[in-house]
């Protein structure tokens, strides 16, 4: 089988007319009231099963939903998805078999055609999945004889339908696992210089281990929204009532020692839009960072810090972007994320800028910003994105290299 160049392998090699492919995909879609919120998963696995079923494969598309915890759970079930996913793939009747393994499995799998499509329930209504336990993977791995890996969003997991078929089959990423590698090599393995990473959010407990890696790898490091505020606070200065994860100042004060000495330019607020209240329509004010009052919140990067963002951005060629740099939900504290939305797509569409993000908060910004399209490339891939800003090894990719 060909690898493509990044080490991995991909369905340009595999010869499937007339084969039984299982399709890891991710389908773990937003829903509300049984109603799909942001179908984007499902049109990104499109690609692939539409070509593998072009070219005669017997499609069998499988995935979790939720954390059932290896138990039957009805609402939980993949059954409501069959005619979105019909729709998203403009293809005929899907077929369904209610368990994913077992004689239902092998029964639905056995009547496909060549360009057929099954789908298969919830894997993780079996406590196998989630264990890797070989005689889950042995059951699944019966149904196929060659194996696609579509979920880059399930990658940093070391299940039985990530890892475990990955090895007991032929196995291969799919287009859209392919496409997300591709960027995000591009983005930090083998980036064009000078790179910018921008990293927001509420909260820098999640992130210190994202913060130390990139430090070590890019050359512009800008941290905006709460959890800034630990960093400032780590530095000496006066944050009042923000945000600020106090026990942790010593991993800040290391992330800041770790930039130095990596000659990573680290950016941090100068100024900040603060409020008493966060709350919609609030009084707001800017000020200089060390000028915060007592019992003021930071909710937004002031315009000066703004400024400092887009001159960095000018004079970079790539762009690495997780997390919203304000209260972005709540107007007028989005201000800064929209505006450095705005120019990181406008550098973007010049084609002076490639630009990732990844997350599900920064993909809500950017789309709020109405500049989600313009970008390089965007990862709906929440946990398996910050695993790989992490600069850790994920398992489900690992398991696709060539030996
Ligand atoms: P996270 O889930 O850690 O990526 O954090 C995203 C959340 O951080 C969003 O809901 C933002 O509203 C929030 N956020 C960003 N900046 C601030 C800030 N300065 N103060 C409070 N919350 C913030």
């Known amino acids: 089988m060909a690898a493509d160049g990044h080490g991995?392998?991909?369905?340009d090699g595999l010869e499937v007319d007339g084969k039984r492919v299982l399709v890891r995909v991710d389908l773990n879609v937003p829903m509300e009231d049984g109603a799909i919120t942001d179908a984007s998963r499902i049109d990104g696995i499109a690609p692939t099963v539409n070509e593998l079923a072009g070219r005669g494969a017997k499609v069998i598309l499988i995935s979790h939903f939720g954390r059932p915890k290896g138990k039957r759970v009805e609402a939980m079930s993949l059954a409501p998805l069959i005619e979105p996913l019909e729709r998203a793939l403009k293809c005929g009747r899907i077929a369904f078999a209610a368990d994913c393994i077992g004689d239902e499995a092998r029964r639905i799998v056995e009547t496909l055609e060549p360009g057929e499509i099954a789908l298969l329930e919830n894997l993780r209504f079996h406590a196998g999945e989630e264990a890797n336990d070989p005689a889950f993977v042995q059951a699944l791995a019966e149904l196929g004889e060659l194996y696609v890996n579509d979920a880059f969003a399930a990658a940093h997991r070391g299940h039985a339908s990530i890892v475990g078929l990955a090895r007991r089959l032929p196995?291969?990423?799919?287009?859209?696992?392919?496409r997300e590698l591709d960027a995000l090599a591009r983005a930090l393995e083998q980036p064009e210089r000078p790179v910018t990473a921008i990293v927001g959010g509420a909260k820098i407990s999640t992130k210190l281990k994202l913060l130390g890696n990139?430090?070590?790898k890019v050359d512009f490091l800008v941290i905006g929204g709460g959890m800034a505020n630990t960093l400032l606070a780590a530095g000496g200065v006066?944050?009042?009532?923000?945000?600020?994860?106090r026990e942790l100042l010593e991993p800040a004060r290391g992330i800041i020692e770790r930039a130095k000495r990596t000659a990573c330019a680290l950016l941090l607020p100068v100024d900040a839009v603060i409020a008493r209240d966060f709350k919609r329509g609030a009084a707001s004010e800017t000020v200089l960072i060390d000028a915060?009052?007592?019992?003021?919140?930071i909710l937004d990067l002031g315009p000066r810090t703004v400024r400092?963002?887009?001159?960095?951005?000018e004079a970079s060629k790539t762009l690495v972007w997780n997390g919203p740099l304000g209260a972005f939900e709540i107007p007028p504290f989005d201000a800064a994320t929209a505006e450095v939305a705005r120019e990181a797509a406008r550098l973007t569409r010049e084609g002076a800028l490639l630009s990732v993000a990844g997350g599900g908060d920064t993909l809500a910004a950017l789309a709020q910003a109405g500049v989600a399209a313009d970008f390089s490339y965007l990862s709906s891939a929440g946990g398996a994105f910050l695993e790989w800003l992490e600069g850790r090894a994920l398992p489900?990719?690992?398991?696709?290299?060539?030996?």
């Open 8 to 11: 991995f392998r991909t369905i």
């Open 171 to 178: 196995a291969a990423a799919g287009r859209l696992m392919e």
């Open 214 to 216: 990139l430090a070590a």
């Open 238 to 245: 006066d944050v009042g009532r923000s945000l600020c994860d």
């Open 292 to 297: 915060v009052p007592a019992d003021a919140m």
């Open 308 to 313: 400092g963002i887009r001159h960095r951005l």
């Open 396 to 403: 489900g990719v690992e398991a696709l290299r060539e030996p």
